[in-house]
């Protein structure tokens, strides 16, 4: 299991990777080192790496874990994209359809350039081997 993130504060972005066999307590394990940045306040676009992400939740915990999916900060602006494409893109895709509270703010996509254009940024593929991410154990 690996769990990093990266604050590009002008850019008002987080980027996280999840990658391994992941469990909800990894989820807000990283959830709460993201929090606890002292730009954390300024971002209002994530972009959420599960490509490599095997995730290990019961049905209550997937929907925790959708919960969590909500802008953790007051800017009603903020967007979220999740990157995968397995399943998980397709039970994400679909509860989030579900609850109308993700309309425009989390959407589930299968390609960086998707995330792109859902969130009005130009993020590289390269940028998620940056040497400063964060890591968290």
Request: net charge neutral; with cysteine; charged share 30%.
């Amino acid at each position: 299991m690996s769990l990093k993130y990266k604050v590009y504060p002008e850019r008002q972005l987080l980027v996280d990777v999840l990658e391994g066999e992941l469990h909800i307590s990894d989820i807000l394990k990283i959830n709460t080192a993201e929090s606890k940045n002292v730009d954390f306040s300024k971002i209002n676009k994530s972009i959420t790496d599960l490509r490599k992400a095997r995730l290990r939740l019961s049905l209550k915990e997937v929907k925790d874990f959708i919960k969590l999916l909500q802008p953790a900060n007051t800017n009603t602006d903020a967007k979220w994209a999740v990157l995968t494409h397995n399943q998980i893109q397709t039970i994400l895709a679909m509860m989030l359809r579900i609850d109308s509270r993700y309309k425009d703010t989390v959407r589930v996509f299968p390609t960086v350039n998707d995330c792109n254009n859902f969130l009005g940024i130009n993020y590289s593929e390269e940028e998620f081997g940056d040497d400063d991410f964060v890591f968290v154990k």
